[in-house]
């Protein structure tokens, strides 16, 4: 029954109806070639499209000039040029991270995130000897790091994280993923810079869309279209062993974080529900093989959660679990979300944690929360758009958060089954959107 005084979640537009039609960015290598020969063009014109594609970003077959009006027709014909509908981007920290909210065809809302950091020491006089700059700290060149979505929404349900609440909505396209690397490109381009990184840390579980993320990343780092390198390019994943095999054995170029969190089941079993299939051993187990096999290192990401997971006990469980790896461990402080009953560690507890996981022989860095004005966890802009939930609802959720986190605080592992949407996820069924 609801309560008459809870205010009903903001009522959504009306759904857009889907295109058909195939983002052009999305085509796989040679998929350009068959299209203009069933059309009858010569193949040459393949390299103009690309151009147009990828280095002058265009978001409409018209806009490409160099090709015959019959032949821009055809292409718009066949294909989406652009499969965002609309943008609307938030500038925060003084204008370092601008957070967009893309609307897809059918009314879906992903989020990207694109972070400029200006070079730091680098070609100072007196800078570089020891790799840093003057003010002591690391030097880099200037870096423009976009962090992506692979999913609208998340089956996975992470209780601290805002895309979880929203829910399984759909995959990503290859194209709608790309798209969103296109459109930064272009905002850059305005201001004479390139992108340099990109990150799967948006929206969604990388790994349970894997074909799109490898067809996504084989378009990002091949020179005829994004030309970015494959060592530029962070997947990060919430555990999913099976596409952690599938990784190991294809070997590819980039770089894999794991969502850790927790280095105890019980624990883990809350923070990251994934945890109940696939336990830490066997994510770490195949983590460290696919350190060892692809010879590059593994980071993890722990998020830290004031007088959650982040007790002395959990950095020595932590350094326990990844002793002698090749691995490194980044502390981030949770961002503030909407309902949950927690906070961030305080800056003093994130120090003492990392302090004792050096002790405890294990790299690590605290990462500074970008964009937080911005509403900066991702899935947030996504949120509020999706209206505040009834209030019955809100408060279930807080009292599951805190009944599970007291069961893992006895020690005890979670009892409770997977989120529904994660098992229709994982059957390969869709989702609610
Ligand atoms: N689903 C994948 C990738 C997207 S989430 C994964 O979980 O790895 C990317 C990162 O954002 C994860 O490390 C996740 O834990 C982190 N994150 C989510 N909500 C957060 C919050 N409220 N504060 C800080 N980091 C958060
Ligand atoms: Fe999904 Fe990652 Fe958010 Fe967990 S942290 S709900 S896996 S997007």
Known sequence: MTD?????RAPRPPKPIPDPRPGLSGLPDGGLESWLASEGQPAY??????????????AAAEDLLTLPAALRAGLDRSFRMDTIAADEVTVAD???????????????????????YPARGFGRAGAGEDGRGSDGRPEHRERHTLCISSQAGCAVGCPFCATGELGFGRDLETAEILDQVRHAARRLAARKAHLTNVVFMGMGEPLLNLDRVLEAVAALSDPQRFGLGARHVVVSTSGVVPGI?????????????????????????????????????????????????????????????????DTDLDADALSGLLHGDLAHVNLIPMNPVAHTPWQASSPQR????????????????????????????????????????????????????????EVAMRGDRSVESLPADLEAAMAGRKGKR
């Not at 008459?4 to 009903?8: E, F, H, I």
């Not at 022989?361 to 004005?373: L, Y």
């Open 4 to 8: 008459p005084s809870t205010p009903a």
């Open 350 to 405: 994130v120090t003492q944690f990392a302090a004792r996981l050096r002790e405890g022989g294990i790299g690590a860095t605290v990462r500074r929360n970008r964009g937080q004005d911005a509403g900066a966890a991702c899935g947030q802009l996504a949120a509020n758009r999706a209206g505040e939930p009834p209030a019955p609802a809100v408060a279930h959720r807080r009292e599951l958060i805190v009944r599970q986190s």
């Open 94 to 116: 003084g204008g370092l991270t601008e957070k967009s909210l893309h609307l897809l065809s059918d009314g879906a809302l992903v989020e990207s995130v694109l972070m400029h």
């Open 245 to 309: 095999r599938r990784l190991t054995e294809i070997n590819p170029q980039f770089t894999l974080a794991i969502s850790l969190h927790a280095a105890r089941d019980p624990l883990r079993d809350v923070l990251v529900p994934l945890n109940r299939r696939w336990p830490v051993a066997e994510v770490v187990a195949a983590a460290r093989a696919h350190a060892r096999v692809t010879g590059r290192r593994v980071s993890y990401e722990y998020v830290m959660i004031s007088g959650v997971n």
């Open 45 to 58: 014109r393949a390299r103009q499209i690309r151009d147009g594609v990828w280095r002058q970003n265009a």
